[in-house]
C-alpha cells in the first residue's frame, strides 16, 4: 500500500472517558515524534462525534493545553456525516449502543471500505463485521481505564482482512495511551478480565489495605497513599 495522497482523518463515535484519552494521546504523539517515527496510515486529523452539548466542552477543554487541537472537529448528533469524510473509524460507543449506531440510516454506506477499531467491551468481530459492508476491515482492541494516565494495557485482535500496515498503525496509535499486545481474539474475553477490569479490581485491593491501615489508627487519605504508591514498582 503506498503512501496517502492526503492527510488521514479518524472519526471517534461517543467520544468519551476513553475516546479523548486516545486522541490526547495522538496529538500529543504526533506533536513530538518525528515525521519518521509515525506510521505511513496515522491519522493526522479527528472528527470526535458526540451526542450531547456538554460532551463538546468537556473534549474542548481537554485540548486545550494540546499544540495540535486544531486538528480536532467536534460534531454533535452527525454519526453518519463523520464517519463519511473519514478514512477510519474508533467505536467508543457503550456496548448496547453498537447495533443502533452501525445500522443508522446511511452508516452502512460511509464505512463502506474503511477500517473500523472497536474499543467496546465484549462486543465480537462477528457481530461488528454482520452490521457493516463486507469491505469494512474491523478490529476489535481492549484498553483499559489507566489510559487517562497513558498507563493503559491494550490488546488489539485484527481481523484476517486487515493489511499489516494497517496493524501497525493500531498498534502506534494505542502505544500512545500505555503497552499493547497483539493476540488473536480467541484471548479477548481474558483480556478483557484482566486488562479492561484488572484496574477495578485492584481498586478493591487498595480499599482494602487502606481499610487496614485505618484500622490500626492511621488517617485514610495517608493510609490511600501509602497503599497506592506502594502498588508503582521502580521505573
Known amino acids: 500500500m503506498s503512501a496517502p495522497e492526503k492527510p488521514l482523518t479518524l472519526a471517534i463515535l461517543g467520544c468519551g472517558t476513553l475516546g479523548t484519552a486516545i486522541l490526547c494521546g495522538v496529538l500529543d504523539a504526533l506533536s513530538l515524534s518525528k515525521t519518521?517515527?509515525?506510521?505511513?496510515?496515522?491519522?493526522?486529523?479527528?472528527?470526535?462525534?458526540?451526542?450531547?452539548?456538554?460532551?463538546?466542552?468537556?473534549i474542548q477543554s481537554a485540548l486545550v493545553p494540546l499544540t495540535l487541537s486544531s486538528s480536532v472537529t467536534v460534531l454533535t448528533d452527525s454519526n453518519v456525516?463523520?464517519?463519511?469524510?473519514?478514512?477510519?473509524?474508533?467505536?467508543?460507543?457503550?456496548?448496547?449502543?453498537?447495533?443502533?449506531?452501525?445500522?443508522a440510516r446511511g452508516m452502512s454506506s460511509a464505512l463502506d471500505g474503511k477500517l473500523l477499531i472497536s474499543i467496546c467491551a465484549g462486543v465480537k468481530t462477528?457481530?461488528?463485521?454482520?452490521?457493516?459492508?463486507?469491505?469494512?476491515?474491523?478490529?476489535?482492541?481492549?484498553?483499559n481505564t489507566a489510559a487517562k494516565l497513558r498507563e493503559s494495557m491494550t490488546v488489539i485482535s485484527p481481523s484476517p482482512q486487515v493489511t499489516a500496515q494497517e496493524r501497525d498503525m493500531v498498534v502506534w496509535v494505542f502505544n500512545q495511551i500505555g503497552r499493547t499486545l497483539v493476540l488473536d481474539e480467541k484471548h479477548m474475553d481474558t483480556a478483557t478480565a484482566l486488562c479492561g477490569s484488572g484496574p477495578a479490581f485492584f481498586a478493591l485491593v487498595v480499599e482494602a489495605m487502606a481499610d487496614g491501615?485505618?484500622?490500626?489508627?492511621?488517617?485514610?487519605?495517608?493510609?490511600?497513599?501509602?497503599?497506592?504508591?506502594?502498588?508503582f514498582p521502580p521505573t
Open 36 to 58: 519518521t517515527d509515525i506510521p505511513t496510515l496515522a491519522p493526522t486529523q479527528f472528527t470526535a462525534c458526540i451526542t450531547r452539548k456538554h460532551s463538546a466542552s468537556r
Open 81 to 103: 456525516s463523520g464517519v463519511r469524510s473519514a478514512d477510519m473509524v474508533l467505536l467508543g460507543c457503550k456496548p448496547y449502543m453498537v447495533a443502533h449506531i452501525l445500522s
Open 126 to 143: 462477528s457481530d461488528l463485521q454482520s452490521l457493516v459492508p463486507p469491505s469494512t476491515r474491523v478490529v476489535r482492541v481492549m484498553p
Open 213 to 231: 491501615g485505618v484500622m490500626m489508627g492511621v488517617p485514610r487519605q495517608e493510609s490511600v497513599t501509602m497503599v497506592a504508591q506502594s502498588m
